[in-house]
């Protein structure tokens, strides 16, 4: 036992020692424009017929089942899966060992059409009242068509809880989703921060439209239905088609995929915050009002305040549109957003904010434009050791393609940007050091292609707090190392 946990601990103290010297390195150089030349599969959905869609068997059996946290601070999820023929049974049976379902929980059926597409029987279900770090097995549906799956509960809100995300962007369903999502199941990721645009099925007219939302449930539920995708909306889940008369922004999705709003005091499931871990994550609409005075302004208002570092360290926001972007697409459409919440944002020390939107990568240094104002001047985006770093992860292969023209010069606060498909992972490993991975799906093999260790902006970043940690934690691993 003491022999592994000293091999672990020299491993990881290499680990730091290679990615310390990798950050300085970064730091002490313009940034990096990757040249790799990378052949692609098509950029074409998968056809319907492919086994990752396939229907499960059985008599309305429960199908695009996934999961995602249900309240607070994890210790609940909501499971929601579709069945196609009649309602059946809405309840969820569970239990802590695996053919022993001696709980339950009864959830609700919700339905609705798009053209004259009408879906399944949409099912939700909260499962509340779950022990930390536990394996859960649980079952829905009934006789031969039941079907069976497990997830495991997050450690204990605690600052040192080692946690590993999971940060997927505009997936689609193509071959290079395909790849990205297969990437991502090896990667140890342990919840998935989805940033918008799932299934694009937007892409599709008339009754397609219901249906690729269909075959995007199935095709995503071999990992969603274990671990807890956070979802947060994107342009193609607005759906606004008066050409079909369908006029209802976000039907399909809010239908489909739940969020526990309610429970950050949020009054809309497109804006809200969980506690996971040693992680407090702000989910924010880019396409819902934002400005002062706004539902989502006054809401985020109130959650910043509500963010303890002391218990949670890591403060993540999840958004769909970037608003720091070098690339030709989609560029300078964050603005709206920076200007109404950059201060924020530098003023609680975010750590990361992540993104997608973009079909590429990108990542920024500590950079902020708050001191812009229409009259001062300061119209240029300036190193900021208060400002969260900006990740755009908007590579998960959909049939649009990639974001391939980057901004000529890149911009100074543009610190390594690459239009390959992929994923990242987050994996906050105490309260002062993460260690974070954008994957490049390399073809077939997982490339871990930019790796840094991130310091805590909360933890390391302030002397008099490290002194305190350190007489407080004397073995643990805070090393001096610059702020990255
Ligand atoms: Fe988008």
Known sequence: ??????????????????????????????????????????????????EVFAVPNGHNAPQQVHITQGDYDGKAVIISWVTTEEPGSGKVQYGKSENRYDLSAEGTITNYTFYHYKSGYIHHCLVDG????TKYYYKIGMGNSARKFWF??????????????????????????????????????????????????????????????????????????????????????????????????????LHRYATPYLASNSTNPLWYAIRRASA????LSSYSPFVKYTPQWMWLREELTRVDREKTPWLIVLMHVPI????????????????????????????FIFAGHVHAYERSYRISNIHYNVSTGDRYPVA??????????????????????????????????????GHSTLELKNRTHAVYHWNRNDDGNKVATDSVLFLNQYWASNLHRRRRLKKNHPRSSVVRVATY
Not at 31 to 47: A, L, N
Not at 237 to 251: A, D, L, T
Not at 404 to 411: A, G, L, N, T
Request: proline content about 5%.
């Open 130 to 133: 779950l022990e930390y770090d």
């Open 1 to 50: 036992m003491f022999g592994t946990s000293s091999a672990w601990a020299l491993s990881f103290q290499l680990l730091v020692v290679y990615l310390v010297l990798l950050s300085s390195l970064e730091s002490s150089r313009a940034g990096i424009t990757s040249t790799f030349v990378r052949t692609q599969w098509p950029s074409t959905d998968i056809p319907l017929d492919n």
């Open 152 to 253: 495991r509960t997050p450690p204990k809100i605690d600052p040192d809880a080692a946690y590993t995300f999971g940060i997927i962007g505009d997936l689609g369903q193509t071959y290079n989703s395909l790849s990205t999502l297969e990437h991502y199941m090896q990667s140890g990721g342990q919840t998935v921060l989805f940033l918008g645009d799932l299934s694009y099925a937007d892409r599709y007219t008339y009754n397609d439209v219901g249906i690729r939302w269909d075959s995007w449930g199935r095709f995503a539920e071999c990992s969603a239905a274990y671990q807890p995708w956070i979802w947060s909306a994107g342009n193609h889940e607005i759906e606004y088609m008066p050409n079909m008369g369908e006029v209802s922004p976000f039907k399909s999705f």
């Open 280 to 283: 407090h994550i702000i989910v």
């Open 384 to 421: 900021d050791k208060s400002a969260p770093v900006y990740l755009t992860v908007g590579d998960g292969g959909n049939q649009e393609g990639l974001a391939e023209r980057f901004r000529d010069p890149q911009p100074d606060y543009s610190a390594f940007r690459e239009a390959s498909y």
């Open 324 to 351: 720091y972007n070098s690339n030709e697409a989609h560029f300078m459409e964050g603005e709206s957003m920076r200007a109404a919440f950059e201060s924020w944002f530098v003023q609680y020390k975010v750590d």
